[in-house]
């Protein structure tokens, strides 16, 4: 590699007293204060950026702000390795470390470049066309090959230590972009009053005034403009800020990237913070981009946007080329001319316009500038670098080369539509700009300057004026905003922009001509596309990639439409664009995330009595929302073998075990029993004071919403139980149905889930327990019935009692306030140790009922009805409810229909697992199977694993053999199915 | 739209949020949508298979102006019956559910 210095020796908006140093693949190099990475890399003599997406052709930088397609740099190490970052959007700063991409060994040597040999055989569509067989699914097989030898920068693995934020914001006007027609908008908008944003992409002021030299008269202009800004209180100004999307109710969202090389991680700070906007009214002040010509080889190193040079040299003094050659078909490219001829290069303009206007040729003359009119670059030279232009007459004749070491183009400026397009306004084809400008924009929103394809300049800061005033009006501030001095605008030069649309060459060029370069997509790519019948713009970027890059197609939309459209003989208007979306430019996931990771993922819900679940040795699982206790250390130190210890304390002597996490919701009012009995399938009119009763409520399509024990405590009073994780579900249910459907009830709900700590003692010595806990009162078969409740006082708080058993054993249900769960749980704990009471977690909860064959979240899983789930018998004949019409639909009642089971293991040392797909023994082991296993457990009761399942037409089968089979491990278990309920069919266990 | 001032937003700029009857304009994300409030629900009870079928499975989808039912799960929890655009995203009245439609 060979290499130059080409820093200017003075000029520039570069701090020369503040040297910088950075690493580009471990070496050494060195900028100033106000590079970006891209003008640093240049300055330095480095023109090889990257290797091309497909061909790994060698590739330079094309362009200067965030269009650049080919410059794209991994930045950052370890967790902080950000890939496909622009170069030319990153701000230089000590210790910065960065990484070229897509060059294997490396972008210098780069073995892969011998696809660029192979092009001819890699055009659009290539890969599916050809790596089609041997069999279906062979793409699956070759596909991660394809993708390693295409394709940009790795992401790591690694954690990002760094911290991102997001956030809201109000603003009464938005003002997006702060060139010349934003800053005039802002400084408008501001005067009236209204609360203004100001956001710009950039770390400076002024947009493409960024790029005039510094003694320039608009130099003048932006500095008073940015000292006008900055003046006034009500404008708040948010450089290096990108609005990256524009959505419904005025929301922007907006990406903030810190200043860079700071420790802000180390601070606290956010590397970079997401804000969702909400303004009342919008100005779109993003100017417009300029394009590439299309010739051949037009992707070499050194090959570049003319605009692009020009800022490279103005604002980064950093001088690309000796011998530049300018090809264009419009004005804009002979300012550019004259300011590189300024640096002392020799300059040669090629305009494919037969004519131009008289001050571009005296502005050429005074600056020395050679023109070739009525002609075309078809061709670029060089390989690493240009080297040489082919220059044709597009009156005929013969071609000749000149030499030279920059090579700019302009195409011509495609106005900056992206974000006025987001909300689906479709923008429009103007032919005399060839360039598509922003649709009808909706109340609220103004555009200004570049983005309306307004080009002059002070025709663009007084479209700023107006706009901003606009803005302010339609927000509400209708006083101030006086007029724009018009002396001062009037020294502003306001260069007319005529351009002749670039499509003369396409017949002489040779070589590769590149429509998109970050996809290499190139003439003929789109050529085939056509002829394959892929027409529409859409089908041609789908079909070639075209525009799809992490660009987006910034520099390459326009010239694809306009070769597709001569291509199929119609005009421009007609194709339309593809569809502009969301981000403009691409933001971090991290950004987007904001705070919400790990832990900080969602809120995490923790029972009363979580603390004394901590220090006594439980293990924690997390169960919807809530972290609840898994297992106890006592029993085991993993959850295979603690649940089953845990299990055979229950079933042997006695076990405690915390249930605050039930959904529980107070109900009351005097139409409480009306209202209970029409959303539960079983009766609730009748239910006595002091009794409980298990119920189960249906969505209106039939499906079974949940189940839960309700207790009646008063004529009015009921304490309704849900499951874990359908009490939410429940809650807004029963408040859907009282307010939309039956607003007469007078009926009251509340969500007690929070107030209440629960716990279950369970097992043939529960009532022991609580007696001697609280010998006081009386639990006694007689006082305290099967499904009995009770409300009683401990220590001078509620306590409600409920017998009732999921287990299947003698239990009882206490609740007491949240703040005295502890206590009565560490009470029982105590008073009960003689007993040898156990505390028992989630797991062996879960095993115990299967045990019993009570359905639980597993099986209700809102696509089984009450049938499926053996429940039928207790919908009343004759009693109405929600969801009893659509039980009657006929499909609902198919015999064939995945009903409950249970299931038994009869391999004894093989295990049962949940997710099993269950077939009839004479089935082929393929496909969805019969039905699956929802819960699984190892039954100390029988000794060997028992497990519920759906298995089709059910409890007909009752006895047959069975396969259980899971994939995923290779196994296949032989089972049979039995009646669900394996313990204590007659449920006296419970009774007594 | 009980919240436009002479001089404040109307229209356009209203849009995510939405005016909960009990505590006023809210921004949406503490409401939960569910579905269409055009149709009627059948009477408890009623025997008609055809009404419940189609009250329950069968939905219009208009581009445009739209009732729907939203709860304000994070504030007051009461359904409420919105006016949204479906197309524009622009919400205008709102009443409780429980309550008759505003003329």
Not at chain 1, 168 to 197: C, H, T
Not at chain 1, 873 to 885: C, F, I, P, Q, S
Request: with cysteine; aromatic share 8%.
């Amino acid at each position: 590699m060979t290499r130059r210095p080409h820093r200017v020796a003075e000029g520039g908006r570069i701090a020369r007293d503040r040297p910088l140093s950075f690493t580009l693949e471990g070496r050494t190099f060195s900028g100033f204060a106000g590079d970006t990475l891209a003008s640093a890399l240049l300055a330095n003599g480095l023109t090889l950026i990257g290797r091309s997406f497909k061909y790994h052709r060698p590739r330079g930088f094309v362009a200067a702000g965030c269009e650049e397609p080919n410059g794209l740099v991994t930045l950052g190490e370890t967790g902080r390795t950000t890939p496909n970052i622009a170069a030319t959007m990153t701000e230089l700063h000590d210790g910065l470390c960065a990484r070229r991409q897509n060059g294997g060994p490396s972008v210098d040597f780069d073995l892969m470049a011998i696809n660029s040999w192979l092009a001819p055989l890699l055009g659009a569509g290539f890969y599916y066309k050809t790596f089609m067989g041997p069999r279906r699914g062979s793409w699956m097989f070759y596909e991660p090959f394809i993708r390693r030898a295409a394709g940009l920068g790795r992401a790591v693995h690694e954690r990002d230590p760094d911290r991102y934020e997001t956030r809201y914001e109000f603003a009464d006007v938005l003002v997006i972009g702060a060139g010349a027609a934003g800053l005039a908008a802002a400084s408008a908008a501001g005067r009236s009053g209204a609360r203004v944003l100001l956001v710009e992409q950039d770390s400076l002021l002024g947009g493409q005034l960024l790029s005039r030299h510094l003694k320039d008269r608009c130099e003048t202009w932006r500095g008073a403009a940015v000292a006008a800004v900055a003046a006034c209180p009500n404008i708040r100004v948010l450089p290096r800020t990108t609005a990256f999307g524009l959505y419904d109710g005025n929301m922007v969202g907006l990406l903030t990237r810190y200043a860079p090389g700071q420790p802000q991680s180390a601070r606290g700070e956010a590397r970079e913070v997401v804000t969702t906007l909400c303004a009342k009214s919008i100005v779109f002040a993003t100017g417009a981009i300029e394009r590439p010509l299309v010739f051949g080889d037009n992707d070499r190193p050194g090959v570049m946007l003319a605009s692009a040079a020009q800022t490279y040299l103005n604002r980064y003094a950093v001088s690309l080329g000796q011998r530049i050659v300018v090809a264009t078909n419009n004005d804009s490219a002979w300012s550019s001319a004259a300011e590189l001829a300024r640096s002392g290069a020799a300059v040669t303009i090629v305009d494919q316009r037969a004519e131009v206007a008289a001050p571009l040729l005296e502005l050429a003359r005074q600056g020395g500038i050679a023109v070739e009119l009525a002609s075309v670059v078809t061709r670029a030279f060089g390989r690493r670098r240009v080297k040489g232009a082919r220059l044709a007459a597009l009156a005929g004749g013969a071609e000749r080369t000149i030499d030279c070491d920059l090579l700019c183009m302009s195409g011509g400026w495609s106005c900056t539509v992206h974000l006025t397009s987001h909300t689906g306004i479709k923008p429009t084809y103007r032919a005399a700009i060839d360039s598509f400008v922003p649709g009808a924009l909706a109340a609220g929103h103004f555009g200004a300057g570049a983005v309306m394809g307004s080009f002059g300049l002070a025709q663009g800061i007084l479209e700023g004026n107006f706009a901003g005033a606009q803005a302010a009006r339609h927000a509400g501030f209708a006083l101030g905003a006086p007029e724009p001095d018009p002396d001062h605008v009037q020294v502003l030069p306001d260069e007319p922009y005529n351009l002749e649309i670039a499509r003369g060459a396409a017949g002489k060029m040779r070589g590769k001509a590149f429509v998109d370069f970050q996809s290499d997509v190139t003439t003929d790519d789109v050529t085939n596309a056509q002829q394959e019948g892929f027409e529409s713009v859409e089908h041609l970027k789908r079909y070639t990639t075209l525009g799809m890059g992490t660009d987006q197609g910034k520099t390459s939309n326009i010239n694809a439409i306009g070769l597709i459209s001569t291509l199929r003989g119609q005009a421009i208007a007609a194709a339309g664009t593809t569809t502009f979306r969301p981000p403009f430019t691409p933001v971090s996931i991290g950004a987007l995330v904001g705070r919400n990771i790990g832990h900080h993922f969602r809120p995490i819900r923790r029972s009363p009595l979580h603390d004394w679940h901590a220090s006594n040795g439980a293990a924690f699982i997390e169960a919807g929302p809530w972290l609840r206790a898994w297992y106890y250390r006592w029993a085991g130190d993993t959850v295979a073998s603690a649940y089953i210890k845990e299990m055979h304390a229950v079933r042997s002597a006695v076990g405690i075990s915390d249930i605050s996490t039930l959904g529980k919701i107070d109900v009351q009012g005097p139409d409480a029993a009306e209202f209970l009995n029409r959303v539960y399938v079983n009766g609730f009119a009748k239910l006595p004071i002091g009794k409980a009763r298990y119920g189960v409520m249906l969505n209106d399509d039939a499906t079974v919403l949940d189940d839960g024990t309700t207790a009646r405590f008063s004529e009015t009073r009921y304490f309704l139980t849900t499951t874990t994780a359908q009490a939410g579900e429940v809650m807004s249910h029963l408040e859907f149905l009282h307010q939309t459907a039956w607003p007469e009830l007078q009926v009251q709900f509340l969500s007690v889930t929070d107030e209440w700590a629960g716990m279950s003692v369970a097992g043939p010595k529960a009532r022991a327990v609580l007696a001697l806990a609280m010998p006081d009162h009386d639990f006694s078969d007689a006082t305290l019935p099967h499904m009995g409740c009770r409300e009683l006082i401990y220590e001078g708080g509620a306590l409600r009692v409920l017998r009732l058993s999921f287990s299947g054993e003698l239990a009882f249900e206490l609740y007491v306030p949240a703040d005295r769960g502890t206590g009565l749980w560490e009470l029982l704990l105590t008073r009960g140790a003689e007993l040898g009471i156990r505390p028992y977690g989630l797991e062996a909860l879960a095993s115990l009922r299967i045990e019993k064959g009570h359905v639980a979240g597993l099986e209700l899983d809102h696509r089984n009805t009450l049938d499926d789930l053996g429940l039928g018998r207790m919908a009343g004949r004759d009693k109405v409810y929600v969801g009893r019409e659509l039980r009657e639909r006929s499909e609902l009642k198919d015999p064939q229909r995945w009903s409950l089971v249970g299931i038994e293991g009869l391999e004894p040392d093989a295990r049962l697992r949940g997710g099993a797909i269950l077939f009839a023994n004479a089935d082929p082991i393929h496909g969805h199977g019969r039905g699956y296993i929802t819960s699984v457990t190892w039954s100390t009761v029988l000794g060997r694993f028992i497990a519920l399942g759906l298995y089709q037409g059910g409890l007909a089968h009752q006895n047959e053999e069975i396969i259980c089979a899971f994939p995923l491990k290779n196994e296949i278990v032989r089972a049979r199915i039995v009646s669900p309920v394996f313990i204590d069919e007659q449920g006296e266990r419970m009774r007594v | 739209m009980n919240t436009g001032s002479a001089n404040g937003p109307t229209g356009n700029e209203r849009m995510l949020k939405i005016v909960c009857p009990n505590c006023g304009e809210r921004h949406y994300t503490e409401f939960r949508y569910a579905g269409d409030a055009t149709k009627s629900r059948p009477r408890h009870g009623s025997a008609d298979l055809r009404a419940w079928h189609d009250h329950v499975f069968l939905f219009d989808n208009p581009k445009g102006a739209h009732r729907e039912y939203w709860q304000h799960v994070l504030g007051c929890r009461q359904w409420l019956v919105l006016e949204r655009d479906t197309a524009t995203n622009t919400t205008g009245r709102s009443w409780l559910a429980s309550e008759a439609a505003p003329p």
